[in-house]
């Protein structure tokens, strides 16, 4: 069984970058599509990116279009969010989870939580005004 752990996160100020790794331990990630969400508190979770599994297609929220970067290196087993022009509004815990989609491809069925298997714990993301 995979088991996928975030890092990355911290404080910054807004305006500032950060970037997440999503590191998979157990099994391979080679053939799994892998997204990110976040969480802010009082809040559900929502969707930010997704990678396909051979790293061809990328799907982003409409909220980090032109910021965020989504990206894999398949021998290291991680996937990484670059987060770019950061807001207050990011504020959020990160978490990257397990594609159990089949397909080698991102569209608008990649946002839903439902079909994501394996969580991993979060990481927390604060961005300061």
């Known amino acids: 069984q995979v088991q996928l752990a975030e890092s990355g996160g911290g404080l910054v100020q807004s305006g500032d970058s950060l970037r997440l790794s999503c590191v998979a331990s157990?099994?391979?990630?080679?053939?799994?599509?892998i997204g990110w969400f976040r969480q802010a508190p009082e809040k559900e979770r929502e969707f930010v990116a997704h990678i396909s599994r051979s790293g061809g297609g990328t799907y982003y929220a409409r909220s980090v279009k032109g910021r965020f970067i989504i990206s894999r290196d398949n021998a290291k087993n991680t996937v990484y969010l670059q987060m770019n022009k950061l807001r207050p509004e990011d504020t959020a815990v990160y978490f990257c989870?397990?594609?159990?989609?089949?397909?080698?491809?991102?569209?608008?069925?990649?946002?839903?939580?439902?079909?994501?298997?394996?969580w991993g714990q979060g990481t927390q993301v604060t961005v300061s005004s």
């Open positions: 989870a397990t594609d159990r989609s089949g397909l080698d491809s991102s569209s608008l069925d990649s946002t839903r939580a439902a079909q994501y298997g394996v």
């Open positions: 157990g099994s391979t990630i080679t053939d799994t599509n």
